[in-house]
């Protein structure tokens, strides 16, 4: 059964930068979409990035767009989220997923992921 492990999570100051990776096992993640999601407190659960199976396509929520930069490393079958400019709104649990289905498109609908992480914590101070 495939895993994912979210690393990279932490405290950081605003403005600053953190680096999110996705680790996998145990499944063929280099043919699904992987996408991140996160959730504050006492919110649900909301989309920030996607990328396609094979790098070639993603999407933003407008909230990170131009701050965030989603990307996928086939080797060693891992994704990461490079988070710059971050803001005290940006503090939540983020998720890595991944669709269980071959060659899947990106998508931002978060109940089109079959697999998920455990979530790392991110808070942004101001």
């Known amino acids: 059964q495939g895993q994912l492990v979210e690393i990279g999570g932490g405290l950081v100051q605003a403005g600053g930068s953190l680096r999110l990776s996705c680790a996998t096992s145990?499944?063929?993640?280099?043919?699904?979409?992987m996408g991140w999601f996160r959730q504050a407190p006492g919110k649900e659960r909301e989309f920030v990035s996607t990328?396609?199976?094979?790098?070639?396509?993603?999407d933003y929520a407008d909230s990170v767009k131009g701050r965030f930069t989603i990307s996928r490393d086939h080797a060693k079958i891992s994704a990461y989220l490079q988070m710059n400019s971050l803001k005290p709104e940006d503090t939540a649990v983020y998720f890595c997923?991944?669709?269980?289905?071959?060659?899947?498109?990106?998508?931002?609908?978060?109940?089109?992921?079959?697999?998920w992480g455990q979530g790392t914590q991110v808070t942004v101070s101001s």
């Open positions: 990328i396609s199976w094979n790098g070639a396509s993603t």
């Open positions: 997923a991944a669709r269980g289905t071959p060659w899947s498109a990106p998508s931002r609908n978060g109940y089109e992921y079959d697999y």
């Open positions: 145990g499944g063929a993640f280099n043919q699904y979409a």
